[in-house]
Nanobody
Framework: QVHLVQSGGGLVQPGGSLTLSCTVS?????????????MAWYRQAPGKQRERVAI???????EYDDSVKGRFTISRGVGENTAQLQMSQLKTDDTAVYYC??????????????WGEGTQVTVVS
């Protein structure tokens, strides 16, 4: 089985900082045989579609949505089963539920997605 546990989030004033963490737990032979291709953070604001904020690949490269470039930083832990999203210079527009997502790489290039339960980030004066 694959479990994603998120932590962090909360309430912060504009200009403040928060860090989100995601820990991936793999158990069972069928799940531990294959690696994690990428880890990403998405967010969904009320009335809006879910959007990808940042992604980091197994080679260490990363990509960011234009709205967060220069303010957010995604990283993976030493064991590579954890991911963090450091958020700074937060704006009210960053208010959303943030989701961690991983994709596990199976044979023949098949990618299987798994999602975290989501955590609320609220930026308010």
């Amino acid at each position: 089985q694959v479990h994603l546990v998120q932590s962090g989030g909360g309430l912060v004033q504009p200009g403040g900082s928060l860090t989100l963490s995601c820990t991936v737990s793999l158990s069972g032979r069928e799940f531990t045989r294959f690696g994690i291709n990428d880890m990403a953070w998405y967010r969904q604001a009320p009335g809006k579609q879910r959007e990808r904020v940042a992604i980091i690949f197994s080679d260490g490269s990363s990509e960011y949505d234009d709205s967060v470039k220069g303010r957010f930083t995604i990283s993976r832990g030493v064991g590579e089963n954890t991911a963090q999203l450091q958020m700074s210079q937060l704006k009210t527009d960053d208010t959303a539920v943030y989701y961690c997502k991983i994709q596990q790489l199976l044979p023949h290039g098949v990618l299987v997605p798994y999602w975290g339960e989501g955590t609320q980030v609220t930026v308010v004066s």
